[in-house]
């Protein structure tokens, strides 16, 4: 069955308007709609003249496109990026197992290593954030992840409302780029980009479903569904990944007796160096941990994250690089620093500007280091 791209996102994003704006948010929006053109004006007769004021609702609509377009026009699209659509042998899109938004910091050519002292708190206080989210969600995310994502289907709309509601509590309220921009440290410009190198990706992947897939509705609704839980589901793995080398202890010292613990504590083992032989015992383990009561489960994820040095200091998360061979950062350029004279009057010295922004860099570098050694609690 194929159908055309509009009609595979319209009822993809109908199903899915269930699940709020939130939700939305997170996935790749549909292509953009022609303009209708404007109708030919026709003057009115005297008779059936209407009044002034009525004529103000028809010069609205021209002003909001022009801001659009002009948003649209100051992002850098035509510099040379390396793309997130990467394919295999087989000639298909390669599916992002890391953050989009994350890669698209590399690929984003308005993005220096300078900012990355910023972006990384960032990084931590979101981890920690979802971290919480899937504890105080455990249930709702062992009903949501037990496969039936893979097996949903449009026509049954009784399993999409009921996974819908699983999923609300699940979903982030921004994405990585609407954050970094809402706390000042990437630009609308830089965060415009990332976006829309993060969209590009996500409108790759549905248009080659929806050439591909013999039933592209419902697997362009699968593919926004994993999407929206895509940072949920990377904190709980990792969580897993870290309770692997100690959960037999952890249980231990819980006090934990039922079966199903002790299942479970006889899965402590060290990471393998294979990733293959790795990702199968990980699945071993995520499968019997799921067979825990609730509580057992809260309690165990619980203590794993008290016997950090700080609770919110997630071990997975590594300092990211954002650089790439083409890329070149000119932050600490000397031909970039000089005065700025504002109409208004004021003058800026950039140079001191940018003395006061690596201070500030430099501070938030030194309380980082302090929460990684467990000396604040909040990261």
């Not at 037990?146 to 699983?166: A, F, H, P, Q, V």
Request: glycine fraction near 4%; include cysteine; charge should be negative.
């Amino acid at each position: 069955m194929k159908m055309n791209a509009r009609r595979c996102w319209l009822m993809a994003g109908l199903a899915i308007g269930v699940l709020g704006n939130t939700t939305l948010a997170q996935v790749a929006p549909p292509p953009t709609q022609p303009t209708k053109e404007e109708p030919k004006y026709v003057p009115p007769t005297k008779e059936s003249a209407p009044a002034k004021p009525a004529a103000k609702p028809a010069m609205q609509q021209p002003a909001t496109t022009h801001k659009q377009d002009n948003r649209i026009a100051t992002l850098p699209t035509s510099t040379p990026y390396p793309k997130l659509l990467a394919k295999d042998e087989n000639g298909k899109i390669i599916r992002l197992t890391e953050l989009p938004d994350i890669l698209a910091l590399r690929s984003n050519p308005t993005v220096g290593q300078k900012s990355v002292t910023a972006i990384m708190p960032v990084l931590y206080g979101r981890r920690a954030r979802f971290e919480r989210m899937v504890i105080d969600n455990l249930d709702l995310y062992w009903m949501a992840t037990d496969g039936r994502i893979e097996t949903m289907s449009l026509s049954d709309i009784d399993n999409l409302t009921k996974t819908s509601e699983m999923i609300k509590p699940l979903v982030g309220r921004t994405t990585l780029s609407q954050e970094l921009q809402s706390r000042g440290i990437l630009t609308r410009t830089q965060a415009g980009m990332n976006e829309h190198i993060v969209n590009e990706y996500k409108q790759g992947v549905t248009a080659e479903i929806q050439f591909e897939a013999e039933d592209p509705m419902s697997e362009v609704l699968k593919f926004v569904l994993e999407d929206s839980i895509h940072e949920t589901n990377q904190a709980y793995r990792a969580m897993v990944a870290e309770l692997s080398i100690q959960v037999g202890d952890l249980i231990k010292e819980l006090g934990f007796t039922s079966s199903a613990a002790m299942e479970v504590a006889q899965l402590q083992r060290p990471l393998n160096e294979d990733r293959d032989t790795q990702i199968a015992e990980l699945a071993e383990l995520d499968e019997a941990l799921r067979k825990l009561d609730l509580e057992e489960g809260i309690a165990l994820f619980t203590a794993m994250r008290n016997q950090r040095k700080n609770p919110d200091i997630s071990p997975a998360i590594h300092t990211i690089d954002v650089m790439h061979d083409r890329k070149v950062d000119i932050s600490d350029s000397k031909a970039m620093q000089g005065t700025i004279t504002y109409p208004d009057g004021r003058v800026v010295n950039t140079s001191e500007a940018a003395a006061q922004h690596n201070e500030k860099l430099k501070k938030e570098a030194e309380e980082l280091e302090k929460q990684k050694e467990g000396k604040t609690s909040q990261p």
